[in-house]
DNA sequence: CTTACGCATGTGATCGATCACATTGACGAT
DNA sequence: ATCGTCAATGTGATCGATCACATGCGTAAG
């Protein structure tokens, strides 16, 4: 309703410059609105911040004078009154991933159904400075608060040293420190995956993790750890990539000395990597070797073979991020993963490969 | 330097409060500074937006005020005061993909690194509404002007039609209209695509395009007709598809019907997804089909075979068009796309299959 | 019939910066 | 010796909203 309809513009000359100073270009503020409605700027004010004791025929005036008038509140001015900035801020430290991507995606959209707008801060690097200089940025802004997408380890530290306090939230379940968030059980995710493959008779999987400094990348290590220890199987087949691709090939190819059958990876493209790798050493999945991912990338199921993965509701997640840090009420806990099985996982072969 | 250095808060409480009025929490203002340094708060000022005519003793004085008050300018006050948001709007209309995503992360740092924030605005769909209401939203904050990230044509209209104009920028090559931007020549990738195709003997070659509404899409099936017509070859072998690899799976299923023995595919997914239909219908590739695709993600490396795609270098990109909407003088036109050769291209069969 | 209270609205100060316009002093030109 | 000019700084108004506090008036309680 209060769009910016650009298909409009009719009687604004005739009515507007009824003192004729020169044209002035500038926007109509709640004086203006005041006038034409013939209340007091304070009432528009109400209007504009639902106020209850409002007769509804006054409100009415209000609003035909702020159509007529093509009246939009002054962000900068509302902010700097009422000390509230209607911001939240995104510290992330990816660019182009497709995770984070879509979490940012959803809270921009979440944020904005509530009236609020959403910048985004990147932290190039892990280093303290850069964490610093984005935190320092929306600091700047005065954002009312944070959600952390992506986060590490050094990151989480930064945000408790804080001077002036901000909330935050994490969308991983909440680590170490005593803070919010978690709408995501990562770890719940990694047994699923990990527990498919136990399932399918396999007795030495290997894992694929990302960055240890990455929390999504030491909950999903956890979680594998978790299901093969509930079952007395050996955990330490893990090695460590870097979320790419090229990475996934290198540690599944070491995997694969180690004579692993299954390898449950951190990530999608990691999984990619793997299954290049073991067309590469002439191995077929699933006949030789299986592999699960993580994520459901919209093209696992087009990789070959067609990925069985872990999905997870990011957009979902965002959103409830975006309620949490607003305190909303009804936020339940947790989105549950989901095993998304095709074809690139089955039992392991008859006579396992010699171990080197 | 001016970074929220949390390791701090020393003499604070001693000084700060000469006059006991109880805790005040609130942050330095130009005025405290002023009174710290033995100034007016217009030399303050002054400093902030580093005037040509100041002593450097006095500048000094100041910095040191503003350091020992922990000051940090208020980012609506100066909004408010001079009309200039320093921010500046992505109107975008995808959601995690990586493109996209790429573009967005880069501009969030050129635009930090010039004292600009950014805000993003998702158009949900295609409708005129939500584009409208996106608009709105980064009206309202008053953005200093846009960047369109991922353009329809829709959305160009509606910008067309604004009230209060907004100066914006596209990545790609203006289009029909009088535009600014384009530092993605997507024409002439495509061409180049096409072209190593021709090269290696192929004759009849297919594309698979993206959605017709979006400038990328136009752009890049443009130069794949351009460059066949170029060569007198028939450039109707087009299937539409809407940048998934679901929907490059069935556009290539239909344009190997026709017979083609190679496809430009318009992004890395459908081209993925073409993969994926050739293996299925007993294809090899290169050896009976090759595939080109564009954008060349991490991950095309290892697509089996590994993906001849093209590169465009969107990060400098989204730097460029940064730099054009802040009027920055020099802003070269185009960053040359680049043909990545890998395995999934080659020369046509020696005996063409039967068309149907 | 008054007092009190709450609804609906108005008045002026305020948020923290910049802007427009003084004011001061030094220095070179006339 | 006088004046204009410019560098360096100060004073008060201003941006467009909200906040804190009045005010007028109807109605229920004393």
Redesign the pocket.
Known sequence: MTSATPTHGDNQTMDADRDNEEARP?????????RVA?????????V??D?????A???QKVLDAMRELN????A???A?????SRLIGILSTSSGEYGPATIVAAIGAAARSRGYSVTIANADGLDRRSVDDALSHLADLSAEGLIVVAPQTQVLVALEGLTIPVPYVTLQTAAASGLHGGMLDQIRGARLATSHLLDLGHQRVGHIAGPPEWLDAQQRLTGFQEELRSRQLDPRFVEIGDWSAASGHRAARALIEHGVTAIFSGNDQMALGALSAAVSLGLTVPGDLSIVGFDDVPEAAYYQPALTTVRQDLAEAGRRAVALLLGEADVRPAVGPELIERASTGAPPERPRPEY
Chains 1, 2 share one sequence.
Do not use: C, M
């Open positions: 500038r926007a109509a503020s709640v004086f203006d609105v005041a013939g209340v007091s700027h304070q009432t528009v004010s109400r504009l911040n106020h209850p004791s409002l007769r025929a006054t409100r009246y939009r509140p002054n900068a001015a509302r700097l009154s009422s000390s509230r």
